[in-house]
T-cell receptor, first 111, second 112 residues
């Protein structure tokens, strides 16, 4: 099994930086995903980490430490459209594509 | 446009009724999933299928059944709906060639 924990809510100002932490405990690990979900919409893929380190993709970066069971999603130069829920998810094994999700972090960007 | 489609978009259902939520993908993905999303609980896996002809139970399978007769379709059936099955249901698909799972637009189900 696995436990995936992330903060429930975060608030930040437009143009600022926000870091969303995710910790996990899992019996098997084959990658960590971050998804973005706007209210009333489907989750959309943001990033994927399977090796330790930082993956940068424009204003969004994701970091993974497998030994610590820890990841973060960094959102830079926040825009109002970044107000959404951010979901951390873990894939268990290489021959099994299932994802287990955390409860999500709702980020509110204020002007 | 390639993708994953769910139907219906929303439904109000009387308790005790049978209901099938439809999901179709045209990306030829091996694996398909059904999740439910409830406030404060996030996405929870109901059932999954790693390949056509096989299915498996997820985290919250009770009261639901699935079938995978072919690669494209993965219907979810509620045999006798109960109010606790009120939720937003998401179908998703992926395979070994795609690192991400693609989600349908969701079905908002209310059981009264």
């Amino acid at each position: 099994g696995q436990n995936i924990d992330q903060p429930t809510e975060m608030t930040a100002t437009e143009g600022a930086i926000v870091q969303i932490n995710c910790t996990y405990q899992t019996s098997g690990f084959n990658g960590l995903f971050w998804y973005q979900q706007h209210a009333g919409e489907a989750p959309t893929f943001l990033s994927y980490n399977v090796l330790d380190g930082l993956e940068e993709k424009g204003r969004f970066s994701s970091f993974l430490s497998r030994s610590k069971g820890y990841s973060y999603l960094l959102l830079k130069e926040l825009q109002m459209k970044d107000s959404a829920s951010y979901l951390c998810a873990v894939r268990h094994r290489s021959n099994d594509y299932k994802l287990s999700f955390g409860a999500g972090t709702t980020v509110t960007v204020r002007a | 446009i390639a993708g994953i489609t769910q139907a219906p978009t929303s439904q109000i259902l009387a308790a005790g009724r049978r209901m099938t939520l439809r999901c179709t993908q045209d990306m030829r993905h091996n694996a398909m999933y059904w999740y439910r999303q409830d406030l404060g609980l996030g996405l929870r896996l109901i059932h999954y299928s790693n390949t056509a002809g096989t299915t498996g139970k997820g985290e919250v399978p009770d009261g639901y059944s699935v079938s995978r007769a072919n690669t494209d379709d993965f219907p979810l059936t509620l045999a006798s709906a109960v109010p606790s099955q009120t939720s937003v249901y998401f179908c998703a698909s992926s395979d070994s060639l795609s690192t991400e799972a693609f989600f349908g637009q969701g079905t908002r189900l209310t059981v009264v």
